[in-house]
């Protein structure tokens, strides 16, 4: 009888107790969910926030309409307005950015090419080689002279061809 109730005993601790690793999983696990529930209740709080800051929507009544006046209103800005902005600075100043040039105006370049190559190059500031053939083929491409460095007449273009996107 005492070798049956050890025997009842001893298969209930093998198929109950846990070993430490798993255990120390399985509780690392509760707390991570414990967590993400606090993580989507502050989200939906931060939500809540955010939609009492938005200002309401104001609905145009029926009786009045927009006005379509050409005269009066104003041309779309094109959604890479920033970069036209950019590379206008740079053409107005006649910069010329060539090889071993760096800075925010080779960045400048260098987000033009990731668009016109529709690439996701990373953003160095530093006009290497990679840059360098990115030029000369959108000189290439668009037939201006290949020199591999971006002038007044490289700007204008990429300025052209942002514009028409």
Do not use: C
């Given at each position: 009888m005492?070798?049956?109730?050890m025997?009842?005993v001893g298969y209930?601790a093998?198929k109950?107790?846990e070993?430490?690793?798993l255990?120390v999983?399985?509780?690392r696990?509760?707390?991570?969910?414990?967590?993400n529930k606090?993580?989507e209740?502050?989200?939906?709080?931060?939500?809540?926030e955010?939609a009492?800051?938005?200002?309401?929507?104001?609905?145009?009544?029926?009786?009045q309409t927009l006005?379509?006046n050409?005269?009066t209103?104003?041309?779309p800005l094109?959604?890479?307005?920033d970069l036209?902005?950019?590379?206008?600075k740079?053409?107005?100043?006649?910069a010329?950015?060539k090889?071993?040039s760096?800075?925010?105006?080779?960045?400048?370049?260098?987000?033009?090419l990731?668009?016109?190559?529709?690439?996701?190059?990373?953003?160095?500031n530093d006009f290497?080689?990679g840059?360098?053939?990115?030029i000369?083929?959108?000189?290439?491409?668009?037939g201006?002279?290949v020199?591999g460095?971006?002038?007044v007449?490289?700007?204008q273009k990429?300025?052209?061809?942002l514009?028409?996107?």
């Amino acid at each position: 009888m005492i070798i049956g109730g050890m025997s009842i005993v001893g298969y209930w601790a093998f198929k109950t107790i846990e070993p430490g690793d798993l255990h120390v999983s399985k509780e690392r696990q509760a707390e991570l969910e414990a967590k993400n529930k606090e993580l989507e209740q502050e989200i939906a709080k931060l939500k809540s926030e955010l939609a009492d800051l938005q200002p309401p929507k104001q609905e145009m009544p029926a009786n009045q309409t927009l006005n379509t006046n050409p005269t009066t209103t104003k041309p779309p800005l094109s959604k890479y307005q920033d970069l036209i902005t950019s590379l206008q600075k740079l053409l107005d100043q006649k910069a010329v950015l060539k090889l071993k040039s760096t800075g925010t105006q080779v960045g400048t370049l260098q987000t033009f090419l990731n668009i016109y190559n529709n690439t996701s190059k990373k953003v160095d500031n530093d006009f290497g080689p990679g840059t360098k053939t990115d030029i000369m083929n959108f000189q290439k491409a668009e037939g201006l002279p290949v020199t591999g460095e971006a002038g007044v007449l490289t700007f204008q273009k990429m300025i052209d061809w942002l514009n028409q996107q």
